[in-house]
């Protein structure tokens, strides 16, 4: 019963005009008979009770300056948003009054709209509420474009410092580096022994090409300086020292590696029967080329020894019979080896492991007591990867 009431009530209120009573005060003692005339009189012109007496005479509910009624309703119509700039504050007022439909309603002073009815003011109040949304998503939206052009102004003015530092630290490092470098053509290790000065970040990877390119160079420089005929010599003692760097400390790499030791009288005083077991042997089984021999004495798995040759070409590993004119006894497919043991000492014993588990065990020999075991894994090792 009471929220009818209520509501009736609300529905009563909204339908009258209201009026507002301003209240003076006569004296500062608070006294029911005192009256102070010039402080009375301050108030009423403080108030604007005068002028609204002489508006209320004249008709009129309200009366507002130019530039605030334009600065309020500009939003009303197109013509006057979001600024005015075809003739005074006065001009843009008519246009929304016109625009509003509200010409007959209204006066106009030298500084300020008269209004006649409270009406048309709250129409205009009305309207104004219903776009104001819209201008505050206008306002939200204008203000977020500002916000996000601002921080990508930023974010590129940091990103431009970004590249400007790093292309500075780039030119640096390249300038150190042009400094360590400027004289290694005409120094003895070609620049190996000197340290890379410590690459930016940004420039890791660049610099591990670089130091490919130097090495690339300085293997380029080395091998300009041998002869073009040594070159297999060269790749082959590469592979021998890759695969035992560290697990023997002498290995032969000072020596001239010959390869097919068996087809120089210095090795081999039977060299005639061997060159022609060869070509038999190149003959029957396609093989390329010859890449080491050796006279070796094998031991079989019942540690018995004898007195053998080895052919290694690029196909297989001969053993071959020397007292028997070197007549091949048996062969080895080279994709059958699965790996290489030797000991860390000078001794000549290597065991060539198969896949079959019958491993080939045999112990280099030569009359002029060279270490052969490097250049056997390392021929090995060039045709094949161990």
């Not at 009366?63 to 309703?73: D, E």
């Not at 590249?163 to 290790?189: G, P, W």
């Not at 001239?256 to 030791?261: D, P, R, T």
């Not at 080939?360 to 490097?374: D, F, G, I, K, M």
């Amino acid at each position: 019963m009471l929220f009818l009431q209520l509501t009736f009530n609300t529905q009563n209120y909204s339908l009258q005009e209201p009026y507002y009573v301003r209240c003076i005060k006569p004296n500062e003692q608070k006294s029911p008979l005192l009256f102070n005339d010039e402080r009375c009189l301050h108030q009423v012109r403080y108030l604007g009770l005068l002028e609204n007496v002489r508006v209320r005479r004249a008709g009129f509910a309200a009366r507002i300056h130019y530039s605030r009624f334009l600065q309020r309703y500009k939003m009303l119509t197109h013509y006057t948003w979001p600024n005015f700039h075809d003739g005074t504050e006065e001009d843009g007022s008519k246009v929304i009054v016109e625009h509003m439909g509200f010409a007959d309603d209204v006066k106009y002073g030298r500084s300020k709209l008269f209004i006649r009815t409270p009406k048309t003011i709250v129409v205009l109040e009305e309207e104004r509420r219903k776009l104001l949304p819209s201008i505050v998503l206008l306002l939200q939206k204008v203000w977020r474009g500002t916000a996000a052009r601002l921080l990508a102004r930023r974010m590129r003015a940091i990103y431009l410092v970004m590249n400007c530092y790093k292309r500075y630290k780039a030119r640096q490092f390249m300038k150190k580096v042009i400094e360590t470098f400027r004289d290694v053509k005409h120094s003895r290790d070609l620049g190996r022994n000197r340290a890379w000065p410590p690459p930016p970040h940004v420039l890791l990877g660049f610099t591990a090409e670089m130091k490919k390119m130097h090495n690339r160079w300085v293997a380029k420089t080395v091998l300009s300086r041998i002869p073009k005929e040594e070159w297999e010599q060269v790749r082959i003692k590469a592979a021998a020292m890759n695969a035992l760097r560290g697990k023997r400390s002498d290995w032969g790499y000072r020596r001239k590696w010959q390869g097919n030791y068996l087809a120089s009288l210095t090795d081999n005083n039977q060299t005639a029967p061997f060159v022609s077991a060869s070509s038999n042997l190149k003959n029957k089984d396609k093989f390329n080329k010859v890449l080491f021999s050796s006279t070796v004495v094998k031991v079989n798995k019942h540690n018995k020894c004898a007195d053998r040759a080895i052919l290694v070409t690029d196909k297989y590993i001969y053993k071959l019979d020397p007292k028997n004119v070197f007549k091949s006894m048996s062969h080895i497919n080279i994709t059958e080896i699965t790996a290489l043991s030797i000991s860390p000492g000078t001794d000549q014993l290597v065991i060539v492991h198969l896949q079959n588990g019958n491993d080939l065990v045999v112990c280099l020999t030569n009359s002029s007591q060279e270490n052969r075991v490097p250049e056997f894994v390392g021929v090995l090792c060039r045709h094949w990867a161990v």
